[in-house]
């Protein structure tokens, strides 16, 4: 079973690692700020296609935020 409290956390931290300020990011992805800030205190999950944005500009792996090989 795919736990969201994971792949939040997974989302989290490309955030952290990315180096990115929030508005950097939220520019670069098509988001507002705040945004950004709900995702990074869990507040929030983006949405599908702001989940494939994010993935494109932080370079991740959707496979490996969303935790699938985990469940093979």
């Known amino acids: 079973m795919i736990e969201i409290d994971k792949i939040r956390e997974n989302i989290q931290d490309a955030i952290k690692k990315s180096g990115m300020t929030q508005t950097e990011l939220a520019k670069r992805v098509g988001v507002i700020q705040q945004t950004i800030a709900c995702y990074l205190s ?3 999950l ?27």
């Open 46 to 72: 983006p949405a599908l296609d702001t989940f494939a944005k994010l993935c494109a500009v932080l370079d991740l792996d959707a496979n490996e935020i969303l935790c699938v090989g985990e469940y093979e």
């Open 42 to 44: 869990g507040k929030a």
